[in-house]
């Protein structure tokens, strides 16, 4: 039986830093959370402007007194701030004066040197949780393992889900069945809201409806385009998503 994965977030860091020992001890640190997938370095505080215009990456942290450099970590981070609000910030420094003045771009903690390493690995650990709930909803790819092969899914060729004997059972394009172990409340929560809980047993995708006619026990049948496969709706969901699905099929 194919074992579960989950759902593909990558989360990336860019770190600016300007001693090698500290630079290299929180990339190690960093390195240990499997959640993050690049980490981007830099010494110098216009190159840490430059990459976070092009990556965009969700976490940035910075020292605040920087060597060699026309601008310091708080200015570095004001600029990118103005562009890219989304980022969260954590300043990583042995000057603990600048808090007040750091305000400014909101950031979401505050770490002084010398790192302590529970301290450091809770809070990123944090804002990594944070993140992967928050991108959960929008990512379009779902992992699992299928006879040794990691398999993606996409959300968007997922006709419907269906649930029995506690495994649940994704339905795609051309029939094809793909087994995980998650829960359909755990699938739930990471899919959108073109995605419906229909019945205790079944989540579809509103987009694949093709028709839904009721049956003989006061259920009703869906059926879907591209798929021979159907699913069955409780009367209890009938009356409040009827007008949505009757909307999406014309």
Sequence with gaps: MPEEIGWMIMISV?????EYYNREFIRKLLGQIPEISDIFDTTNGEEAILIAQKYKPDIILLDIELEN???????????????????????????SGYAVESFAVHPFGYILKPINIPEFT?????????ITTRKSQYSNILICQDKNQEVHIKKNDIVFIEVMNHISYIHI????????????????????????????SYIVNLDKIDSI????DRSYQIKFVDCSETALMSRYFYPQYKKLIESRIG
């Design 14 to 18: 860019l770190l600016l830093e300007d």
């Design 69 to 95: 450099n026309t601008i310091n970590g708080i200015e570095v981070a004001k600029r990118i701030y103005k562009k890219h609000k989304e980022s969260y910030m954590v300043f990583v420094t042995g000057y």
């Design 122 to 130: 809770n809070l990123i650990k944090e804002i990594v949780s944070e």
């Design 173 to 200: 394009g051309n029939n094809r069945i793909i087994e995980i172990n998650w829960p359909l409340d755990k699938i739930q929560d990471h899919l959108s809201s073109q995605f419906l809980r229909v019945h205790r």
């Design 213 to 216: 006619s009721e049956v003989l």
